[in-house]
């Protein structure tokens, strides 16, 4: 086993699960799944049939990532954030197999408690507020908070909220990197040679 698992974790047959991940306390991997490399699975995890998560995706604890969830390599998931599968569900409809689809790009990182209803796409390195309740597509590196959420702002990929200038650019403060704001999307700056 290339992987660790707390002995509480159950872990079902046909889950694929990277080496140098760690799954903690009360955890359910169901399968078939696919985890990638170096992943940090929190308490209490449920990781449902069908889902992917790419190298080192990080998830807090009390986090449920249901089928239909895909999560590209280094996304966050804050604890207790919340994924849903199905738009209308009710308990008396059995809508198994008609799963809405979310997919979460690259770097993304999701606050505690957010809620992101199915059917709507994360861009990479969006940065999705605590508490957010997210209703619609995320564009790459948007920051959105509140309920419904809205866009406030734009993150570089160190995590940090970008202010840019007249001519549309942004540096951030910790990695000196640049960014370009054009017509609604921002794009990290090509280095020069």
Known sequence: MS???HPTAVIDEGADIGAGTKIWHFSHIMGPCRIGEHCNLGQNVVISPDVVLGR???VQNNVSIYTGVTCDDDVFLGP???FTNVTNPRSGVNRRGQYAKTHVGKGASI???ATIVCGHDI????FIGAGAVVTKNVPDYALVVGNPSRQVG???EFGHRLEFDTNG???CPESQETYELKEGRVTKAQASR
């Open 154 to 156: 734009w993150m570089s």
């Open 3 to 5: 992987y660790t698992a």
């Open 111 to 113: 606050g505690a408690n």
């Open 80 to 82: 207790s954030c919340v």
């Open 56 to 58: 080192n995706v990080k």
């Open 169 to 171: 650019q942004a540096t």
């Open 123 to 126: 861009g990479a390195y969006a």
